[in-house]
Protein backbone atom coordinates (compact mmCIF):
# COMPACT_ATOMS: atom_id res chain seq x y z
CA UNK A 1 0.00 0.00 0.00
CA UNK A 2 1.18 3.39 -0.71
CA UNK A 3 0.67 6.10 1.97
CA UNK A 4 -2.92 6.97 0.81
CA UNK A 5 -4.04 4.06 0.87
CA UNK A 6 -2.60 3.13 4.10
CA UNK A 7 -4.87 5.95 5.91
CA UNK A 8 -7.70 5.27 3.76
CA UNK A 9 -7.68 1.44 4.97
CA UNK A 10 -6.58 2.75 8.74
CA UNK A 11 -9.69 4.91 8.16
CA UNK A 12 -11.97 2.21 7.87
CA UNK A 13 -10.77 0.23 10.38
CA UNK A 14 -11.79 2.49 12.60
CA UNK A 15 -15.19 2.90 11.26
CA UNK A 16 -15.43 -0.76 11.54
CA UNK A 17 -14.99 -0.61 15.21
CA UNK A 18 -17.06 2.44 15.94
CA UNK A 19 -19.90 0.77 13.91
CA UNK A 20 -19.85 -3.00 16.33
CA UNK A 21 -19.16 -0.85 19.62
CA UNK A 22 -22.42 1.21 18.48
CA UNK A 23 -24.36 -1.78 17.92
CA UNK A 24 -22.87 -3.67 21.56
CA UNK A 25 -24.56 0.28 22.95
CA UNK A 26 -27.28 -0.47 21.07
CA UNK A 27 -27.76 -4.02 22.90
CA UNK A 28 -27.67 -6.26 19.55
CA UNK A 29 -26.02 -9.94 20.44
CA UNK A 30 -23.00 -10.73 19.32
CA UNK A 31 -23.94 -13.44 17.52
CA UNK A 32 -27.41 -11.46 15.80
CA UNK A 33 -24.49 -9.37 13.61
CA UNK A 34 -23.39 -10.31 9.92
CA UNK A 35 -20.86 -8.33 7.95
CA UNK A 36 -21.36 -8.88 4.13
CA UNK A 37 -19.42 -7.32 1.34
CA UNK A 38 -21.53 -8.68 -1.68
CA UNK A 39 -24.98 -9.57 -2.19
CA UNK A 40 -27.62 -10.06 -5.25
CA UNK A 41 -29.07 -6.40 -4.62
CA UNK A 42 -26.23 -4.61 -3.22
CA UNK A 43 -25.92 -1.32 -3.47
CA UNK A 44 -22.11 -0.40 -5.00
CA UNK A 45 -21.67 3.10 -3.43
CA UNK A 46 -21.43 1.15 0.06
CA UNK A 47 -18.86 -0.36 1.37
CA UNK A 48 -20.29 -3.35 3.07
CA UNK A 49 -24.08 -3.85 4.36
CA UNK A 50 -24.30 -5.18 8.38
CA UNK A 51 -27.05 -7.63 8.87
CA UNK A 52 -28.85 -7.49 12.69
CA UNK A 53 -31.52 -10.56 12.88
CA UNK A 54 -32.95 -9.99 16.67
CA UNK A 55 -34.76 -13.10 18.35
CA UNK A 56 -38.34 -12.85 17.76
CA UNK A 57 -38.14 -9.55 15.31
CA UNK A 58 -37.32 -8.71 11.75
CA UNK A 59 -33.89 -8.37 10.29
CA UNK A 60 -32.56 -5.57 9.70
CA UNK A 61 -29.86 -4.69 7.13
CA UNK A 62 -28.21 -1.84 7.12
CA UNK A 63 -25.95 -0.28 4.25
CA UNK A 64 -22.90 1.50 5.85
CA UNK A 65 -21.18 4.03 4.12
CA UNK A 66 -17.51 5.40 5.37
CA UNK A 67 -16.48 8.85 4.16
CA UNK A 68 -12.66 9.99 4.42
CA UNK A 69 -13.87 13.65 5.55
CA UNK A 70 -17.39 15.36 5.93
CA UNK A 71 -15.99 18.32 3.32
CA UNK A 72 -18.14 18.31 0.27
CA UNK A 73 -20.64 15.99 1.57
CA UNK A 74 -24.56 16.31 0.18
CA UNK A 75 -25.56 15.39 3.64
CA UNK A 76 -29.66 15.29 2.53
CA UNK A 77 -28.57 13.01 0.07
CA UNK A 78 -27.05 10.39 1.89
CA UNK A 79 -29.79 10.86 4.82
CA UNK A 80 -32.17 7.96 3.85
CA UNK A 81 -33.39 5.53 6.16
CA UNK A 82 -31.51 1.58 6.42
CA UNK A 83 -28.25 3.98 5.99
CA UNK A 84 -25.15 4.35 8.38
CA UNK A 85 -23.00 7.06 7.63
CA UNK A 86 -19.12 6.98 8.74
CA UNK A 87 -17.56 10.42 8.59
CA UNK A 88 -13.66 10.87 9.58
CA UNK A 89 -13.44 14.51 10.78
CA UNK A 90 -10.39 16.35 12.24
CA UNK A 91 -11.23 17.09 16.34
CA UNK A 92 -12.68 20.48 16.70
CA UNK A 93 -14.94 21.44 19.23
CA UNK A 94 -18.45 22.43 19.26
CA UNK A 95 -18.80 22.15 15.72
CA UNK A 96 -21.69 21.33 14.27
CA UNK A 97 -22.56 18.58 12.49
CA UNK A 98 -25.57 17.83 10.62
CA UNK A 99 -28.52 15.60 12.58
CA UNK A 100 -29.83 12.97 10.20
CA UNK A 101 -33.83 12.58 10.12
CA UNK A 102 -33.96 8.68 8.67
CA UNK A 103 -30.06 7.26 8.90
CA UNK A 104 -28.07 7.11 11.17
CA UNK A 105 -24.52 9.09 11.51
CA UNK A 106 -21.39 8.99 13.64
CA UNK A 107 -18.35 11.41 13.25
CA UNK A 108 -15.14 10.37 14.44
CA UNK A 109 -11.64 11.85 14.56
CA UNK A 110 -8.83 10.29 16.25
CA UNK A 111 -9.31 10.46 20.00
CA UNK A 112 -13.07 11.03 19.81
CA UNK A 113 -16.72 10.21 18.12
CA UNK A 114 -20.15 12.20 17.62
CA UNK A 115 -23.03 9.74 17.27
CA UNK A 116 -26.46 10.94 16.28
CA UNK A 117 -30.06 8.51 15.35
CA UNK A 118 -31.43 5.81 15.73
CA UNK A 119 -30.07 2.41 16.03
CA UNK A 120 -32.18 -1.13 16.45
CA UNK A 121 -34.80 1.04 18.44
CA UNK A 122 -32.28 2.91 20.32
CA UNK A 123 -32.27 6.50 20.06
CA UNK A 124 -28.36 7.96 20.34
CA UNK A 125 -27.11 11.40 20.99
CA UNK A 126 -23.82 11.43 22.32
CA UNK A 127 -20.20 12.59 22.33
CA UNK A 128 -17.50 10.60 23.27
CA UNK A 129 -14.09 12.21 23.99
CA UNK A 130 -10.64 10.80 24.70
CA UNK A 131 -6.84 12.51 25.89
CA UNK A 132 -6.03 14.69 22.68
CA UNK A 133 -2.88 12.07 22.26
CA UNK A 134 -5.23 9.19 23.59
CA UNK A 135 -7.46 7.16 20.67
CA UNK A 136 -11.05 6.59 21.24
CA UNK A 137 -10.37 2.71 20.65
CA UNK A 138 -7.59 2.61 22.87
CA UNK A 139 -9.97 4.40 25.97
CA UNK A 140 -13.22 1.94 24.81
CA UNK A 141 -11.07 -1.11 25.57
CA UNK A 142 -8.97 0.60 28.17
CA UNK A 143 -9.23 -2.58 31.31
CA UNK A 144 -9.24 -2.64 34.88
CA UNK A 145 -11.26 -1.29 37.72
CA UNK A 146 -12.45 1.91 36.06
CA UNK A 147 -13.86 0.88 33.03
CA UNK A 148 -15.45 -2.57 33.02
CA UNK A 149 -17.51 -1.69 30.12
CA UNK A 150 -14.29 -2.05 28.66
CA UNK A 151 -13.54 -5.80 29.17
CA UNK A 152 -16.87 -6.69 28.02
CA UNK A 153 -17.25 -5.34 24.62
CA UNK A 154 -13.91 -6.92 24.44
CA UNK A 155 -15.05 -10.39 24.80
CA UNK A 156 -18.32 -8.93 22.84
CA UNK A 157 -16.24 -8.30 20.07
CA UNK A 158 -14.30 -11.77 20.17
CA UNK A 159 -17.54 -13.39 20.71
CA UNK A 160 -18.63 -11.92 17.57
CA UNK A 161 -15.80 -13.22 15.20
CA UNK A 162 -16.04 -16.48 16.79
CA UNK A 163 -19.35 -16.94 16.14
CA UNK A 164 -18.74 -16.13 12.74
CA UNK A 165 -15.50 -17.39 11.29
CA UNK A 166 -12.99 -20.36 11.15
CA UNK A 167 -10.94 -20.03 14.29
CA UNK A 168 -6.88 -20.08 14.32
CA UNK A 169 -5.05 -20.39 17.45
CA UNK A 170 -1.33 -19.14 16.67
CA UNK A 171 1.44 -20.34 18.83
CA UNK A 172 4.73 -19.07 19.78
CA UNK A 173 7.19 -20.19 21.45
CA UNK A 174 6.19 -18.40 24.71
CA UNK A 175 3.07 -20.84 25.36
CA UNK A 176 5.55 -23.73 26.79
CA UNK A 177 7.07 -20.94 29.43
CA UNK A 178 4.52 -22.82 31.69
CA UNK A 179 6.67 -25.81 31.47
CA UNK A 180 9.76 -24.06 31.94
CA UNK A 181 10.79 -24.11 28.45
CA UNK A 182 12.97 -21.47 26.38
CA UNK A 183 11.56 -18.72 24.25
CA UNK A 184 13.45 -18.06 21.02
CA UNK A 185 15.78 -15.43 22.83
CA UNK A 186 16.58 -18.24 25.63
CA UNK A 187 16.75 -21.15 23.14
CA UNK A 188 19.59 -19.68 21.20
CA UNK A 189 21.15 -18.22 23.86
CA UNK A 190 21.42 -21.92 25.47
CA UNK A 191 22.68 -23.30 22.32
CA UNK A 192 25.40 -20.57 21.85
CA UNK A 193 26.76 -21.76 25.06
CA UNK A 194 26.94 -25.57 23.85
CA UNK A 195 28.42 -24.54 20.63
CA UNK A 196 31.25 -22.35 21.17
CA UNK A 197 32.02 -24.23 24.55
CA UNK A 198 32.15 -27.19 22.49
CA UNK A 199 34.25 -25.65 19.51
CA UNK A 200 36.38 -23.34 21.17
CA UNK A 201 35.62 -20.42 19.47
CA UNK A 202 35.36 -17.37 21.25
CA UNK A 203 31.46 -16.12 20.83
CA UNK A 204 32.14 -12.14 21.03
CA UNK A 205 35.02 -12.25 17.90
CA UNK A 206 32.81 -14.91 15.99
CA UNK A 207 29.52 -12.44 16.14
CA UNK A 208 31.84 -9.00 15.72
CA UNK A 209 32.48 -10.46 12.08
CA UNK A 210 29.16 -12.54 11.37
CA UNK A 211 26.69 -10.28 13.33
CA UNK A 212 24.41 -10.87 16.58
CA UNK A 213 21.32 -11.57 14.56
CA UNK A 214 19.34 -14.96 16.37
CA UNK A 215 19.26 -16.16 13.06
CA UNK A 216 22.70 -15.75 12.52
CA UNK A 217 23.38 -18.38 15.31
CA UNK A 218 22.02 -21.33 13.54
CA UNK A 219 23.48 -20.50 10.37
CA UNK A 220 26.99 -21.11 12.56
CA UNK A 221 26.20 -24.06 13.79
CA UNK A 222 25.13 -26.45 11.19
CA UNK A 223 28.00 -24.77 9.02
CA UNK A 224 30.23 -26.19 12.01
CA UNK A 225 30.66 -30.08 12.98
CA UNK A 226 28.18 -29.12 16.11
CA UNK A 227 25.40 -31.43 16.16
CA UNK A 228 22.81 -28.89 15.94
CA UNK A 229 19.78 -31.23 15.79
CA UNK A 230 20.58 -32.82 18.84
CA UNK A 231 21.65 -29.86 20.84
CA UNK A 232 17.89 -28.19 19.69
CA UNK A 233 16.06 -31.51 20.64
CA UNK A 234 17.25 -31.61 23.84
CA UNK A 235 16.78 -27.71 24.75
CA UNK A 236 12.69 -28.36 23.66
CA UNK A 237 12.28 -31.82 25.87
CA UNK A 238 15.04 -32.01 28.26
CA UNK A 239 14.25 -29.18 30.44
CA UNK A 240 13.77 -29.12 34.31
CA UNK A 241 9.42 -28.86 34.32
CA UNK A 242 8.13 -25.76 36.18
CA UNK A 243 4.65 -27.11 36.11
CA UNK A 244 3.40 -30.65 34.74
CA UNK A 245 2.29 -31.20 31.53
CA UNK A 246 -1.02 -33.06 33.02
CA UNK A 247 -1.59 -29.14 34.62
CA UNK A 248 -5.12 -28.18 34.01
CA UNK A 249 -4.38 -24.84 34.80
CA UNK A 250 -1.46 -24.49 32.35
CA UNK A 251 -2.19 -22.23 29.01
CA UNK A 252 -1.64 -25.00 26.68
CA UNK A 253 -3.73 -27.02 28.90
CA UNK A 254 -6.59 -24.56 28.55
CA UNK A 255 -5.93 -24.14 24.84
CA UNK A 256 -6.49 -27.66 24.48
CA UNK A 257 -9.77 -27.18 26.52
CA UNK A 258 -10.42 -24.71 23.84
CA UNK A 259 -9.80 -26.43 20.65
CA UNK A 260 -11.96 -29.45 22.25
CA UNK A 261 -14.93 -26.63 23.12
CA UNK A 262 -14.48 -25.40 19.00
CA UNK A 263 -13.94 -29.10 16.94
CA UNK A 264 -12.34 -27.92 13.74
CA UNK A 265 -10.51 -25.32 14.73
CA UNK A 266 -6.41 -24.60 13.16
CA UNK A 267 -3.52 -23.73 15.40
CA UNK A 268 -0.34 -22.71 13.21
CA UNK A 269 2.60 -22.77 15.57
CA UNK A 270 5.83 -21.44 14.91
CA UNK A 271 7.18 -23.95 17.63
CA UNK A 272 9.39 -27.53 16.07
CA UNK A 273 8.10 -29.14 19.78
CA UNK A 274 5.48 -31.84 20.03
CA UNK A 275 4.08 -30.54 23.22
CA UNK A 276 0.22 -29.69 21.82
CA UNK A 277 0.30 -33.25 20.20
CA UNK A 278 0.53 -35.17 23.21
CA UNK A 279 -1.75 -33.17 25.13
CA UNK A 280 -4.43 -33.48 22.44
CA UNK A 281 -2.99 -37.60 22.99
CA UNK A 282 -3.51 -37.57 26.03
CA UNK A 283 -7.20 -36.42 26.27
CA UNK A 284 -8.10 -39.02 23.28
CA UNK A 285 -9.09 -35.76 20.88
CA UNK A 286 -8.33 -36.96 17.26
CA UNK A 287 -6.06 -34.45 15.69
CA UNK A 288 -3.81 -34.32 12.87
CA UNK A 289 -0.29 -32.75 12.07
CA UNK A 290 0.82 -30.80 9.16
CA UNK A 291 4.52 -30.12 9.08
CA UNK A 292 5.80 -30.43 5.53
CA UNK A 293 3.94 -30.84 1.81
CA UNK A 294 3.49 -34.41 2.01
CA UNK A 295 1.53 -34.15 5.15
CA UNK A 296 -1.81 -35.47 5.19
CA UNK A 297 -4.93 -33.85 6.57
CA UNK A 298 -7.94 -35.43 8.35
CA UNK A 299 -11.34 -34.39 7.53
CA UNK A 300 -12.86 -35.15 11.44
CA UNK A 301 -9.97 -33.83 13.12
CA UNK A 302 -10.46 -31.85 16.27
CA UNK A 303 -7.54 -29.80 16.00
CA UNK A 304 -5.36 -29.93 12.50
CA UNK A 305 -2.43 -28.54 13.88
CA UNK A 306 0.27 -26.85 11.34
CA UNK A 307 3.85 -26.33 12.18
CA UNK A 308 4.97 -23.83 9.71
CA UNK A 309 8.39 -23.70 10.63
CA UNK A 310 9.01 -27.55 10.78
CA UNK A 311 8.45 -30.05 13.31
CA UNK A 312 11.25 -32.17 16.06
CA UNK A 313 9.72 -35.03 17.50
CA UNK A 314 11.45 -36.67 20.77
CA UNK A 315 14.52 -37.73 19.75
CA UNK A 316 13.92 -37.55 16.54
CA UNK A 317 16.83 -35.22 15.50
CA UNK A 318 18.48 -37.82 12.99
CA UNK A 319 16.15 -38.23 10.81
CA UNK A 320 16.14 -35.83 7.91
CA UNK A 321 12.26 -35.62 7.23
CA UNK A 322 12.03 -34.08 10.26
CA UNK A 323 15.50 -31.87 10.11
CA UNK A 324 15.04 -31.12 6.47
CA UNK A 325 11.29 -29.37 7.58
CA UNK A 326 12.60 -26.64 9.85
CA UNK A 327 12.71 -23.47 9.37
CA UNK A 328 15.75 -22.50 11.62
CA UNK A 329 18.84 -20.49 9.84
CA UNK A 330 19.08 -17.52 7.85
CA UNK A 331 19.02 -18.70 4.17
CA UNK A 332 16.08 -20.97 5.54
CA UNK A 333 14.14 -17.99 6.51
CA UNK A 334 15.44 -15.91 3.30
CA UNK A 335 13.98 -19.08 1.27
CA UNK A 336 10.66 -19.63 2.96
CA UNK A 337 9.72 -15.89 2.87
CA UNK A 338 10.89 -15.29 -0.69
CA UNK A 339 8.49 -18.15 -2.05
CA UNK A 340 4.91 -16.40 -0.95
CA UNK A 341 3.59 -19.97 -3.39
CA UNK A 342 5.25 -22.21 -0.37
CA UNK A 343 2.34 -24.02 1.71
CA UNK A 344 3.98 -22.57 4.72
CA UNK A 345 3.33 -18.99 3.91
CA UNK A 346 0.06 -19.56 1.89
CA UNK A 347 -1.61 -21.23 5.27
CA UNK A 348 -0.20 -18.09 7.50
CA UNK A 349 -1.83 -15.42 4.81
CA UNK A 350 -4.95 -17.32 3.85
CA UNK A 351 -5.87 -17.98 8.01
CA UNK A 352 -4.47 -14.42 9.10
CA UNK A 353 -6.69 -12.92 6.44
CA UNK A 354 -9.94 -14.90 6.73
CA UNK A 355 -10.23 -16.57 9.69
CA UNK A 356 -10.22 -15.20 13.14
CA UNK A 357 -6.63 -15.95 15.11
CA UNK A 358 -5.90 -15.94 18.69
CA UNK A 359 -1.93 -14.85 19.00
CA UNK A 360 -0.62 -16.41 22.25
CA UNK A 361 3.18 -16.17 23.27
CA UNK A 362 3.60 -14.59 20.36
CA UNK A 363 5.90 -10.98 20.80
CA UNK A 364 5.80 -9.90 17.60
CA UNK A 365 8.96 -8.31 16.73
CA UNK A 366 9.46 -10.70 13.97
CA UNK A 367 9.45 -8.37 11.02
CA UNK A 368 8.65 -11.36 8.49
CA UNK A 369 5.55 -11.85 10.62
CA UNK A 370 4.53 -8.26 10.80
CA UNK A 371 4.67 -8.40 6.83
CA UNK A 372 2.78 -11.20 6.55
CA UNK A 373 0.02 -9.55 8.63
CA UNK A 374 0.51 -6.86 6.81
CA UNK A 375 -0.22 -8.66 3.46
CA UNK A 376 -3.24 -10.67 4.83
CA UNK A 377 -4.97 -6.95 6.40
CA UNK A 378 -9.14 -7.15 5.82
CA UNK A 379 -11.21 -4.60 6.99
CA UNK A 380 -13.96 -6.52 7.34
CA UNK A 381 -12.45 -8.00 10.50
CA UNK A 382 -10.04 -8.33 13.39
CA UNK A 383 -7.09 -10.74 15.09
CA UNK A 384 -6.33 -10.54 18.68
CA UNK A 385 -3.37 -11.04 20.60
CA UNK A 386 -2.53 -11.98 24.46
CA UNK A 387 -0.11 -9.25 26.04
CA UNK A 388 0.99 -9.32 29.46
CA UNK A 389 1.26 -5.98 30.97
CA UNK A 390 4.41 -5.73 31.98
CA UNK A 391 5.20 -4.22 36.07
CA UNK A 392 6.36 -0.97 36.17
CA UNK A 393 5.93 0.33 32.64
CA UNK A 394 3.89 3.65 31.75
CA UNK A 395 0.55 3.31 30.94
CA UNK A 396 0.75 5.23 27.87
CA UNK A 397 3.21 3.15 26.38
CA UNK A 398 0.48 0.52 26.40
CA UNK A 399 -1.48 2.74 24.56
CA UNK A 400 1.27 3.18 21.99
CA UNK A 401 0.98 -0.45 21.37
CA UNK A 402 -2.48 -0.87 21.09
CA UNK A 403 -2.09 1.54 18.58
CA UNK A 404 0.78 0.34 16.39
CA UNK A 405 -0.73 -3.23 16.57
CA UNK A 406 -4.11 -2.07 15.67
CA UNK A 407 -2.81 -0.79 12.05
CA UNK A 408 -1.93 -4.80 11.68
CA UNK A 409 -5.69 -5.39 12.35
CA UNK A 410 -4.55 -6.78 15.60
CA UNK A 411 -6.50 -6.08 19.14
CA UNK A 412 -4.67 -6.82 22.05
CA UNK A 413 -6.12 -8.67 25.33
CA UNK A 414 -3.96 -7.42 27.94
CA UNK A 415 -3.30 -9.65 30.84
CA UNK A 416 -1.67 -9.24 34.15
CA UNK A 417 -0.36 -13.07 34.44
CA UNK A 418 -0.16 -15.55 31.50
CA UNK A 419 -2.49 -17.82 33.36
CA UNK A 420 -5.60 -15.18 32.36
CA UNK A 421 -5.37 -16.17 28.78
CA UNK A 422 -6.96 -19.74 29.63
CA UNK A 423 -9.57 -18.00 31.51
CA UNK A 424 -10.52 -15.14 28.23
CA UNK A 425 -10.40 -18.65 25.97
CA UNK A 426 -12.69 -20.40 28.11
CA UNK A 427 -14.95 -17.46 28.34
CA UNK A 428 -15.08 -17.40 24.16
Known sequence: MNRTQKENYATRKKALFLLLYLFYLADVRHDEVILRSFGFHFDPTCNF??????????????????????????????????????????????VEHYVPKHAFHAYFSNSDFVAMGTLEGKRFDMRFESRADQSFINRILAQGEKNKDGETFLLWLMRLFVSKLPIDLVMGAGINKDYGAKDWTELITSLNTAYYDDSGKDEAEVHHYAGKDLLTSPSLY??????????????????????????????????????????????????????LEYLCKKRKLLYCTVYDDNSFSVKDAVATIYHVHGLLPYERYDQRKFTDSLIFTESDYYYLYNNP?????????????????????????????????????????????????????EEKAFETIASYFFSFDLIIVWVDDYAEIGEWLKRL
Not at 49 to 76: L, Q
Open 49 to 94: KAIVGKKGSEVCKYAIHIFSSASRVDFEAVDQPGEINLFATSKKRG
Open 222 to 275: RSSTFNVYKALSHELYEFKEARSFNDPDSTLYKCVDFLEAHPGSSVITYNYDTN
Open 341 to 393: YSWNVAKQLHDFKFNVCFFLGISLTDPDMKRLLELAQNYLKFNFIFMKKEKGY
